[in-house]
């Protein structure tokens, strides 16, 4: 009998943790559209307008630099943010910086200033850091064999946005001329409205928090094997509900029910270790170099980043300088951007199926031929540059997606927020560094030499993921 009520409340538990789960999904699912239409919206015209504002093609790439390293340092308080109230404020942090950084873009391509321009970029980054955190996010309560998938979908979502962003250069030039503002400028002011919606749609719906839920249903699930019990009160199944409660009560976002969930109030949700609550780059690095899995998978996620942000940042100006129409130029960035997130669900479905290592030795050999092909792009448009461009994108989403699985993975609910933070600025700090990079290689050897140096890193790609050895801490993936 005793058995039998166990394993009821066990249902119990699974049946409600799925369904927080199928909401999460959508939630994420929904901020990253608009999110992503903020991003792009961006990046379309981000080295066009450094190009105009500084006079220079060698610093053309800066802007986009700036953009990638803001994404990279505004993951540490995100993390931290993360680690001590969950998800949900953590994103809100993001998005909130992305578009305060839209907005000093905007007030930079007004009063012509590179300066004010770079700093924008750098809070517009704090996007990029929101967009990374929800694919962790959507794999906090994810099953076992479809952690893949779920985390895929969310990098998936963005892809509605993402593509639209990109096709909306020529109609928010025709606002900007209309309202008295610069034509590039309208594309941020499409951004901006992009990301106050994302930040509506996480600050109301994403309850209750994925990794608050995760983290207790970790640590009763402990408790239940040593014999401990946490809360004998209330059976399993009571697990989401407590956490829901705490995390949706009538206090909305505010801090007194997550506040409770910290210090062990009396909605009971306390986690007895404290170091679930550190979030620091510190104690990422200790967990990464004791698990070579999820530092394989931090390292695939960052090299796939840097070959995709070096060639992609200067490509615009690539078209540009060929003569290439400001349209054009708009339908190869998005193309790409389909070749990034529109298979990301195959991609995940590939990983859970074969596993993360093959898909990403898969991804490093797509950004090599990519990279060769892009090499032998001359200016302006052509078709090659356009399968380039895709490839890139397609590369980049097996990396992303095999890279991001295997980390989360191979370590533990408390352990996430900490890794996963490293694991974004490293990526971002890639990226940043590969765009810096680009502009200088542009501007002394040309795109080709750029385009055959990126073809080379996902070679190491392959060679790094083909000589990892599994972790033996944790099940390899």
Same mark, same amino acid.
């Given at each position: 009998m005793t058995t039998g009520r166990a394993?009821?409340?066990? !249902?119990?538990?699974?049946? $409600?943790?799925?369904?927080?789960?199928?909401?999460?999904?959508?939630?994420?699912? *929904? /901020?990253? =559209?608009?999110?992503?239409?903020?991003?792009?919206?961006?990046?379309?015209?981000?080295?066009?307008?450094?190009?105009?504002? &500084?006079? /220079?093609?060698?610093?053309?790439?800066?802007?986009?630099?700036?953009?990638? *390293?803001?994404?990279? @340092?505004?993951?540490?308080?995100?993390?931290?943010?993360?680690?001590a109230r969950g998800r949900r404020p953590g994103l809100q942090l993001g998005y909130l910086l992305a578009l305060l950084g839209a907005a000093l873009v905007? =007030?930079?391509?007004?009063?012509? &200033?590179?300066?004010?321009?770079?700093? $924008?970029? *750098? @809070?517009?980054?704090?996007?990029?850091?929101?967009?990374?955190? !929800?694919? #962790?996010?959507?794999? +906090? @309560?994810? !099953?076992?064999?479809?952690?893949?998938? +779920?985390?895929?979908?969310?990098?998936?979502?963005?892809?509605?946005?993402?593509?639209?962003?990109?096709?909306?250069?020529?109609?928010?030039?025709?606002? !900007?001329?209309?309202?008295?503002?610069?034509?590039?400028? $309208?594309? #941020?002011? %499409?951004?901006?409205?992009? %990301?106050?919606?994302?930040?509506l749609v996480i600050n109301r719906l994403l309850r209750p928090d994925p990794l608050l839920v995760s983290r207790r249903l970790e640590h009763e699930g402990r408790a239940a094997t040593t014999g401990a019990a946490p809360d004998a009160s209330r059976p399993a199944s009571g697990v989401v509900d407590r956490v829901t409660e705490a995390t949706a009560g009538p206090e909305g976002p505010a801090a007194p029910a997550l506040a409770s969930t910290r210090t062990g109030g009396a909605g009971g949700t306390a986690d007895p270790d404290p170091d679930d609550h550190d979030g620091s780059l510190t104690r990422g690095l200790r967990v990464v170099r004791a698990n070579p899995t999820a530092r394989l998978g931090l390292l695939t996620t960052a090299l796939g980043h840097l070959v995709m942000v070096s060639v992609m940042v200067m490509t615009p100006l690539h078209m540009s300088h060929g003569d290439a129409d400001l349209e054009v130029i708009g339908f190869v960035i998005s193309m790409h951007i389909v070749g990034m997130y529109a298979l990301s669900p195959v991609v995940g479905l590939a990983v859970d199926r074969v596993g993360g290592r093959p898909v990403a030795v898969t991804g490093g050999v797509v950004l090599a031929l990519a990279g060769v092909l892009a090499s032998r792009a001359h200016l302006g448009w052509s078709g090659l540059l356009l399968a380039a461009l895709v490839l890139l994108g397609l590369?980049?989403?097996?990396?992303?997606?095999?890279? &991001?699985?295997?980390?989360? &993975? /191979?370590? $533990?609910? /408390?352990?996430?927020?900490?890794?996963?933070? @490293?694991?974004?600025? =490293?990526?971002?700090?890639?990226?940043?560094?590969?765009?810096?990079?680009a502009g200088v290689v542009v501007g002394r050897f040309g795109y080709a030499t750029l385009a055959t140096s990126a073809a080379l890193v996902g070679v190491v790609v392959v060679a790094l993921v083909t000589t990892t050895h599994r972790s033996r801490l944790r099940p390899a993936v």
């Open positions: 394993l009821h409340e066990q !249902a119990g538990a699974v049946t $409600g943790r799925a369904a927080v789960q199928r909401r999460t999904v959508r939630v994420l699912v *929904l /901020s990253q =559209v608009l999110s992503g239409l903020g991003m792009a919206s961006g990046i379309a015209v981000g080295v066009l307008l450094a190009e105009q504002l &500084s006079g /220079s093609a060698s610093l053309a790439g800066f802007g986009t630099t700036f953009q990638v *390293l803001g994404g990279a @340092l505004i993951s540490i308080p995100v993390a931290r943010l993360m680690a905007v =007030v930079a391509a007004v009063a012509g &200033s590179f300066l004010l321009l770079l700093l $924008g970029m *750098l @809070l517009f980054g704090g996007g990029t850091s929101g967009n990374g955190q !929800a694919r #962790y996010a959507a794999a +906090d @309560l994810a !099953a076992e064999g479809r952690r893949g998938r +779920d985390l895929s979908v969310v990098v998936w979502a963005t892809t509605i946005g993402s593509v639209l962003g990109p096709n909306l250069v020529g109609p928010g030039r025709a606002f !900007a001329t209309a309202v008295g503002l610069p034509p590039l400028a $309208g594309s #941020y002011v %499409f951004a901006l409205v992009g %990301f106050v919606l994302a930040w590369g980049w989403s097996c990396t992303l997606v095999s890279g &991001s699985t295997l980390l989360t &993975s /191979s370590v $533990g609910a /408390s352990e996430r927020p900490a890794v996963q933070g @490293l694991s974004e600025l =490293v990526m971002g700090l890639a990226g940043a560094g590969g765009g810096a990079l």
